[in-house]
């Protein structure tokens, strides 16, 4: 009888050990596991790095180029993800590496002890699809934002490889996909319970931890409730405290962008502008923005955030914005050269403008700027159309008034010395979208000498700033 068992056991070890690709195949269920601790690794260290960037230091692949991590890690996408979850970008690939990491062990202690491993194997799988899912839209983000975050192509190497290693030479899953799925998920959502205090004490962008400041800034006082007025020149004592009190509350690296922001407004001499075709805002304000803008410019939708602000921020009247357009495309903007895609940045500048005399084009701007990965023509017409009917719009965008208004904006933009978008104006004088250095303009009426700016640091005029 033991002979016989032995043999029906030989016989069966060819198909259990197809059923239990793990046990069958233990090298591969370690190489996962080595390829999880390198992605954690290199995850925690990209991670290190975003902090190092954000307080002051300078990262190995902020480059200032295409190639530059810093412009995808301080993205709107990566942005809204570190907001809305609580981790950054690089918090999360810590995340999938430790799924990735912990299931193939269990998988090696279960074939071990003899254990079916079908329920981990479909975790493996799951966890490797959902690695390769989230490359692609990092991939995309990065397309969006012009730059190349040469960092993380270690990590989408890493995750391609344990995808191919994952679903190499197969292994019965089928049927298991709901437990896998179950077990990936305990898994991933362990590790984001294990790493949600960091992320959310990670520093933000230098956008959002400034639109922070100034929403703290601006609250209704503890004790009066009341909402500060903007101050009128350097005598209202109150306004002048929170003013000194905004600087005190910002990080260093922050103290530095605000004193660069100053001093390019100080070191800008004034340049005419043509009259505003729909000012938001009384034309009678102290204060007037003037914005260029380009539809995927990520800064530019970062910027619209910024105003959203500030309008909650400050009194009515006290400033007023002009939206202009600048579209990053040789097609339409005689200041660049080359285009890239279809022409959605010169329609959608066109498509704001035709939007001016309804009132709608702040509303169709944040609209657009919200849509902006994966934006095309077909789809920024289909939300203009929501704004402005659909005839209205045909024979705006064919129309000599549009072309002719475009043009003016483009000239005047090509007045102020800027590499890049978006390009800001405070009266006329070459300012940057930093959400503490306008609410600190508004409240002074453009003043650059208030004595509140004294406590900052020496400024840079040449910072490249937007």
Not at 34 to 54: K, T
Not at 161 to 179: K, M, Q, S
Not at 415 to 430: M, Y
Request: aromatic share 6%.
């Amino acid at each position: 009888m033991g002979f016989l068992a032995k043999r029906k056991r030989d016989s069966e070890a060819p198909a259990r050990a197809a059923e239990n690709p793990a046990a069958a195949f233990p090298a591969r269920s370690a190489a996962l596991a080595a390829l999880g601790a390198l992605s954690a690794l290199w995850s925690l260290f990209l991670w290190m790095e975003l902090v190092l960037l954000r307080t002051g230091g300078r990262s190995f692949c902020a480059t200032g180029g295409k190639l530059d991590c810093s412009a995808v890690w301080n993205g709107a996408f990566a942005s809204a993800v570190h907001r809305l979850t609580g981790l950054p970008i690089a918090g999360w690939g810590l995340v999938w590496s430790g799924a990735a990491f912990t299931l193939p062990l269990l998988a090696l202690a279960h074939a071990a002890r003899g254990k079916d491993t079908a329920v981990l194997v479909a975790a493996i799988r799951l966890t490797a699809a959902a690695g390769v899912l989230a490359v692609a839209v990092m991939i995309v983000a990065s397309v969006v934002s012009g730059a190349v975050c040469v960092g993380c192509v270690a990590t989408y190497l890493l995750v391609g490889a344990y995808a191919a290693a994952a679903f190499l030479r197969g292994g019965r899953a089928v049927g298991e996909w709901g437990r896998g799925g179950a077990l990936a998920g305990g898994c991933a959502a362990a590790a984001f319970v294990l790493l949600l205090y960091p992320g959310l004490h990670t520093p933000r962008s230098d956008a959002e931890a400034g639109r922070r400041a100034v929403a703290a800034a601006s609250r209704p006082s503890a004790t009066t409730g009341e909402t500060p007025a903007p101050a009128v020149g350097t005598g209202n004592a109150r306004r002048d405290q929170e003013l000194a009190d905004l600087i005190a509350s910002l990080e260093p690296r922050l103290k530095q962008t605000f004193a660069d922001s100053l001093a390019i407004y100080r070191n800008s001499p004034p340049q005419p502008l043509p009259p505003p075709r729909a000012l938001r805002g009384s034309d009678l304000a102290p204060v007037r923005i003037t914005e260029f803008t380009d539809i995927l410019c990520e800064h530019c939708a970062s910027l619209d955030e910024t105003l959203r602000t500030l309008r909650e921020s400050v009194p009515p009247g006290s400033y007023s914005v002009d939206a202009r357009q600048f579209p990053l495309d040789a097609r339409c903007n005689p200041l660049l050269q080359g285009s890239r895609g279809d022409d959605v940045r010169c329609v959608a500048a066109k498509l704001r403008i035709c939007a001016e005399p309804t009132g709608k084009e702040p509303e169709l701007a944040t609209a657009l700027f919200e849509k902006q990965e994966g934006l095309t023509r077909d789809k920024a017409m289909e939300i203009a159309r929501r704004f402005v009917p659909a005839a209205a719009l045909n024979s705006c965008l064919d129309g000599a008034s549009a072309r002719t208004a475009l043009e003016q904006d483009i000239a005047a933009a090509g007045r102020f010395d800027s590499d890049g978008t978006p390009i800001v104006a405070i009266n006329g004088r070459k300012a940057t979208s930093f959400a503490p250095f306008l609410y600190a303009m508004v409240l002074t009426r453009g003043n650059p000498e208030h004595p509140a700016f004294a406590a900052l640091p020496a400024g840079d005029p040449t910072a490249h700033l937007h």
